[in-house]
C-alpha cells in the first residue's frame, strides 16, 4: 500500500507564506505527476498545481506567480511553497500522487488526508 504523508499547514495572516510537504510511503515503484488540491467549505476540490517527473509545472491562474510547487524525487516528497497568501486561499490542502506500485507495476492514484491552511485578514 502506498500513504501521503502531509504536514505544513496552519494559520498565517494575509501576505504570509506557508510551506506545505507532502511525503509518500510504501511500495512504489516510481511516482508520476504530483500535485496539490484545495477545498474551501460549500466548493468543490480544486487543482492548485502539478509537477510532473520532469519537473514540469501547471498553475491554477489564481496561484500563478504567489505558489510554487516542487519535488524531491529521491525522497517521494511534493512541495508546496504559498507566498503572499490572501484570505481566498483558506482551505484545506490535499496532495496527490500517480504512484505505480511495486507489486504489479499498476499506476493508482493516491490522496492525502488533507491539511488546514487559514489566512487571516
Known amino acids: 500500500q502506498v500513504q501521503l504523508g502531509e504536514s505544513g499547514g496552519g494559520l498565517v495572516q494575509a501576505g504570509g507564506s506557508l510551506r506545505l510537504s507532502c511525503a509518500a510511503s510504501?511500495?512504489?515503484?516510481?511516482?508520476?505527476?504530483m500535485g496539490w488540491y484545495r477545498q474551501a467549505p460549500g466548493k468543490q476540490r480544486e487543482l492548485v498545481a502539478t509537477i510532473t517527473s520532469g519537473g514540469s509545472t501547471n498553475y491554477a491562474g489564481s496561484v500563478k506567480g504567489r505558489f510554487t510547487i516542487s519535488r524531491d524525487n529521491a525522497k517521494n516528497t511534493v512541495y508546496l511553497q504559498m507566498n503572499s497568501l490572501k484570505p481566498e486561499d483558506t482551505a484545506v490542502y490535499y496532495c496527490?500522487?500517480?504512484?505505480?506500485?511495486?507489486?504489479?507495476?499498476?499506476?493508482?492514484?493516491?490522496w492525502g488526508q488533507g491539511t488546514q491552511v487559514t489566512v487571516s485578514s
Open positions: 496527490s500522487a500517480w504512484v505505480v506500485v511495486t507489486t504489479t507495476r499498476t499506476e493508482y492514484r493516491y
Open positions: 510504501g511500495t512504489i515503484f516510481n511516482i508520476n505527476n
